[in-house]
């Protein structure tokens, strides 16, 4: 189910609700799908704020304006491009160019 139609499910206020089995069973469904998103969605924040966590770490050693200095932009992108895939990974994308 898309993302607007379990949103639109979830809100759907109890007097639309038709109190029959294959409703409720429905229903729970969508509960269980939501919970499931939710703790993705937990997931993806934790690795996340690891990530910047680790970023942040190396730019007030200043570990990142040394290494950088007198490089290409080819140079700093593949310096770069771990922590680039490790976010694209975990938004669900692909950045391997």
Known sequence: MSDIMLHGVLNMPPELWSGEP???MQRH???VQASE???ELIDQRDR??????E???MIRMNVIGRT??????EQIDKHLKPWINEIAAVKGGNHES
């Open 48 to 53: 996340l704020e690891k990530i910047a966590g």
């Open 37 to 39: 998103y939710i703790y």
């Open 55 to 57: 970023l942040i770490a």
């Open 68 to 73: 950088f200095e007198g490089c290409t932009i």
């Open 29 to 31: 469904s969508r509960y």
């Open 22 to 24: 294959i409703d409720v």
